[in-house]
């Protein structure tokens, strides 16, 4: 079988979708026969390529705490939460004795109904061996049928995780793309360079919607890692492995793959400006959101911290005699950007008030057609009000409008470029 990097994103799901082909590389073939399952009604997924909250990881629950109280600290933040669900072909019901475990779809349903009617977005994640693609291609659609919003798949090259080849990479992701044609499907990883090279991430990168890689910097933080970034061409220079250093390799490590990025942070850092310092640059990054690993190490005060710098997704309020072209000429875009980035059925089809995600790449908070009042009657420029909205900072303003911090800080008579608050009013040239 010819690798997939021969073939774009979109010719690998059109393939997935013949079935036979996924099956017959799959070492189940006798699920070849079996016809597609019916569609069940599912809760519409959330976008891959910019949730509409940050996200806690658990493990189980007996580590991490009673699901009440996570599902109630979690509504009161604005959180949601990334439970696993398996781990290989096994349920955690194999490692978790408690009522809550998960032992199947069935519980899996309870468990997105239970935090889903909290008001805290399901979402679930896995273990992949690679052993069985396709039985663990089918538990990770039974996961999503049963009211998860996105499925991360964990892979890694260590002991106890991904074991499987190549050709067993799209065996799976071809099966998977069968039974799940729509799914949010995010591939999370080890992103250390010296760790990408061991793992199919090309093979899972097409079938994936997005990246999810583990930022964990103060795990990270030893002479040995720090001898090993040194090797793989990235110096840390006097800090050593800083948040911002960890996030900076990753992302030119996996800008090759095109994809949108969820920087997942190093929950057993407590340090706040640590933390602080890991969304501001992953929004540099143009991530839209992030999460932490996980809910049962991190210290209480990072709740209140992601639920003061909420994601930042560009949308668009559709208008009066809006269509899709107009908007799209609009923001520098295009048609099936758009109908893709929204899941649109119908083109032709807007409604008054439909809030639309721009596609990735293009930023700016939430917009109406009404344009900036940026001219004066002389005909000169004049500044534009601004209100600083959560995850802007004076870099990431400079580089939209092609000028510099220090311009921007000479403007308004800002003395601190990296201090700037959430509803501050600046002007921009």
């Known amino acids: 079988m010819p690798r997939p990097s021969s073939h774009t994103r979109r010719e690998f799901l059109a393939a997935a979708a013949g079935a036979g082909v996924a099956f017959a590389a799959a070492p189940r073939s006798t699920l070849a026969a079996v016809a597609p399952p019916a569609p069940v009604a599912r809760r519409a997924p959330a976008s891959a390529a910019g949730l509409a909250t940050h996200l806690a990881w658990v493990w189980q629950f007996p580590a991490d705490g009673q699901r009440e109280v996570i599902r109630d600290v979690l509504a009161s933040h604005g959180l949601g939460i990334v439970l696993k669900t398996h781990d290989g072909s096994d349920w955690m019901s194999r490692w978790d004795r408690t009522a809550d475990a998960v032992?199947?779809?069935?519980?899996?349903?309870?468990?997105?109904?239970?935090?889903?009617?909290?008001?805290?977005?399901?979402?679930?994640?896995?273990?992949?061996?690679?052993?069985?693609?396709?039985?663990?291609?089918?538990?990770?659609?039974?996961?999503?049928?049963?009211?998860?919003?996105?499925?991360?798949?964990?892979?890694?090259?260590?002991?106890?995780?991904?074991?499987?080849?190549?050709?067993?990479?799209?065996?799976?992701?071809?099966?998977?793309?069968?039974?799940?044609?729509?799914?949010?499907?995010?591939?999370?990883?080890?992103?250390?360079p010296w760790t990408l090279d061991a793992i199919p991430l090309e093979e899972f990168a097409h079938f994936s919607d997005a990246l999810a890689p583990q930022v964990y910097w103060k795990t990270f933080s030893t002479q040995s890692n720090v001898d090993k970034y040194r090797r793989s061409g990235e110096d840390p220079g006097a800090e050593g492995i800083t948040p911002t250093f960890a996030l900076d390799v990753t992302m030119r490590k996996l800008a090759r793959f095109n994809l949108p990025v969820i920087p997942v942070g190093d929950g057993t850092s407590s340090n706040v400006e640590a933390w602080r310092a890991f969304i501001d640059r992953s929004y540099e990054h143009d991530a839209d959101a992030v999460s932490v690993w996980r809910y049962g190490v991190a210290a209480p005060q990072l709740w209140g911290i992601?639920?003061?710098?909420?994601?930042?997704?560009?949308?668009?309020?559709?208008?009066?005699?809006?269509?899709?072209?107009?908007?799209?000429?609009?923001?520098?875009?295009?048609?099936?950007?758009?109908?893709?980035?929204?899941?649109?059925?119908?083109?032709?089809?807007?409604?008054?008030?439909?809030?639309?995600?721009?596609?990735?790449?293009?930023?700016?908070?939430?917009?109406?057609?009404?344009?900036?009042?940026?001219?004066?009657?002389?005909?000169?420029?004049?500044?534009?009000?601004?209100?600083?909205?959560?995850?802007?900072?004076?870099?990431?303003?400079?580089?939209?409008?092609?000028?510099?911090?220090d311009a921007l800080a000479s403007l308004n008579g800002i003395s601190d470029p990296a201090r700037i608050r959430i509803g501050q009013q600046i002007v921009l040239p």
């Open 103 to 192: 032992t199947g779809p069935r519980k899996v349903e309870q468990l997105a109904n239970f935090f889903e009617n909290g008001g805290v977005p399901f979402h679930a994640w896995a273990v992949l061996h690679g052993d069985d693609p396709a039985h663990e291609a089918e538990m990770a659609a039974d996961v999503l049928n049963a009211g998860a919003r996105s499925m991360a798949l964990d892979l890694e090259p260590h002991q106890g995780f991904w074991r499987g080849s190549s050709a067993s990479a799209v065996a799976f992701g071809m099966a998977l793309r069968w039974r799940a044609p729509g799914a949010s499907i995010i591939t999370s990883i080890d992103p250390r």
């Open 306 to 405: 992601l639920r003061d710098t909420p994601p930042r997704v560009a949308t668009y309020v559709v208008e009066s005699g809006d269509t899709l072209s107009g908007i799209a000429r609009r923001f520098g875009t295009d048609v099936p950007a758009l109908i893709e980035a929204n899941g649109i059925a119908n083109p032709n089809m807007l409604t008054l008030g439909q809030q639309l995600r721009l596609p990735r790449g293009v930023r700016g908070g939430a917009v109406s057609a009404a344009p900036s009042a940026g001219t004066s009657g002389g005909g000169g420029a004049a500044p534009t009000p601004y209100t600083i909205e959560p995850g802007d900072s004076l870099w990431s303003l400079a580089r939209k409008l092609n000028t510099t911090t």
